[in-house]
């Protein structure tokens, strides 16, 4: 099976900061999009973040702030830096790898909850 493997997710303070990162096959990472999803209870699931395997990095204009996305492809990770959290993006953050040209994919990670109290 291909697994993403996420990790970083947590309880944290208004303001407060956390690391996502995402572990993927190399096979995969080297050849894919790779991005960032969140899913708010009773809504639809959103990009957060993206980076393709040329290292353009695009971040969605509803996280208004404090995001950024990277990749080490050295490592196989696709890592989101959240700073500055404020509680309106609580949400189960997904990685995924996906590729679209070629010999398409699509996989994700099971979801690591982020939770950020006033």
């Known amino acids: 099976q291909v697994q993403l493997v996420e990790s970083g997710g947590g309880l944290v303070q208004q303001g407060g900061s956390l690391t996502l990162s995402c572990l993927a096959p190399g096979s995969i990472a080297r050849s894919a999009i790779m991005g960032w999803y969140r899913h708010f209870p009773g809504k639809q699931r959103e990009l957060v973040a993206s980076?393709?395997?040329?290292?353009?990095?695009n971040v969605a204009d509803s996280v208004e702030g404090g995001f950024t996305v990277s990749r080490d492809n050295a490592k196989n990770t696709l890592v989101l830096q959240m700073d500055n959290l404020k509680p309106e993006k609580t949400a189960v953050y997904y990685c995924n790898a996906k590729r679209v040209v070629a010999t398409a994919f699509s996989y994700w990670g099971q979801g690591t909850q982020v939770t950020v109290y006033s």
């Open positions: 980076v393709t395997s040329g290292g353009i990095t």
